[in-house]
């Protein structure tokens, strides 16, 4: 999973990049869908803030592994 931080400027990079548009305009920053998302982190990649962080489920948690 991502999560994407106060740092995001809405530049849309995230949103265009997607393979499998994942990603979609949203006030404030853009939303992410968990049932679109191929783990591709090409959105983690392109940020040009590293406003998103990438996830990996650890045990019963998600654990951050990674920003750009
Ligand atoms: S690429 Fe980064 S700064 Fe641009 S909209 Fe996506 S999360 Fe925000």
Redesign the pocket.
């Known amino acids: 999973m991502i999560t ?2 106060d ?9 265009a ?1 997607c393979p499998t548009h994942a ?1 979609k305009p949203h006030p404030g ?2 939303s992410w869908s968990a049932v679109l998302c191929g783990a591709h982190r090409d ?1 983690v990649e ?7 962080d990438w996830h990996h489920m650890v045990g019963r948690d998600f654990k951050k592994v990674g920003t750009r």
Do not use: D, E, K, N
């Open positions: 994407i931080t740092t995001c400027t809405g530049c849309g990079a995230c949103i990049t990603l920053h853009p959105c392109i940020c040009p803030v590293g406003a998103i």
